[in-house]
């Protein structure tokens, strides 16, 4: 079964020029920096709908706008990978806030909907940031950057390398935390539940998941370090022999 192509013109990477790539981009996630889309949306809903359901409606709707913007950049496969992740994360993250405003409940506002509703908001706001990042940085071509500072002369070339190697890390950071999370879900298909867990004995399971969640999310922390920062050494060489050819290249330095 051949996989659907979104056209062209939809794409966000095929945008040009790129200030106009940039404005279009910024606008796709200015919700996730402001209240005010959404305080817009849940006033307007608000006509037709309980305050509470506009409220609670407001941020998947946000979150769902995201993904649609999202979707003809990255295609169905990688969002749905990228969405695995950031489904992981979001649940992870808000359980923990639970589980802290259970125990530690004199932190935490005294309202209990403005809880649910901070809780609630931080997830999607995962959901929504996790796939949004990545598509904006995976927008910008790295080689179409080194080509143009290629050609350029001046003080703003060596900002201009070091921004293009920062992007080509980003972007392999994206490339690597969903393969990580297919070797996760290798180890623990249940996601939050260890595959061994029935050889517990002897320690009551509600001790020793705590330890495994430590220990299992530790050692994938260390993990995407590591896999991170592995390519950086050639990627900085690559820089420095583009930076070395150009400086060779300038009559000034002949």
């Known amino acids: 079964m051949r996989a659907f192509e979104f056209p062209a013109f939809l794409k966000l990477q095929n945008l040009r020029p790129w200030w106009l790539k940039m404005a279009v981009l910024v606008l796709i996630g200015y919700p996730l920096f402001s209240n005010r889309p959404a305080a817009f949306i849940a006033s307007a809903m608000g006509q037709c709908l309980p305050e509470t359901l506009g409220a609670l409606l407001v941020w998947p709707l946000i979150t769902f706008f995201i993904w649609a913007c999202c979707l003809p950049s990255l295609g169905t496969a990688k969002l749905l990978d990228y969405l695995a992740a950031a489904y992981a994360m979001a649940v992870t993250t808000t359980l923990s806030g639970a589980a802290l405003r259970g125990l530690l409940p004199a932190i935490f506002l005294s309202d209990p909907v403005a809880d649910n509703l901070r809780l609630m908001r931080v997830y999607f706001n995962i ?8 598509t904006f ?4 071509s790295v080689s179409d950057l080194m080509a143009r500072l290629t050609k350029t002369r001046g003080k703003f070339r060596g900002a201009g390398l070091h921004l293009a190697l920062a992007l080509r890390i980003c972007q392999h950071v994206g490339e690597v935390i969903p393969k990580l999370l297919l070797v996760w879900r290798e180890e623990n298909p249940e996601l939050l539940l260890p595959r061994c867990r ?20 530790s050692q994938w922390i260390f993990a995407c370090i590591i896999l991170t920062f592995e390519p950086i050494p050639v990627m900085v060489n690559e820089i420095e022999q583009i930076d070395e050819s150009g400086d060779s290249d300038d009559p000034d330095k002949v």
């Open 127 to 134: 959901l929504a940031v996790f796939p949004y990042s990545l």
């Open 137 to 140: 940085v995976n927008s910008f």
């Open 198 to 217: 029935d050889d517990w004995q002897g320690i009551s399971p509600l001790a020793r998941w705590p330890m495994w969640v430590v220990l299992s999310i």
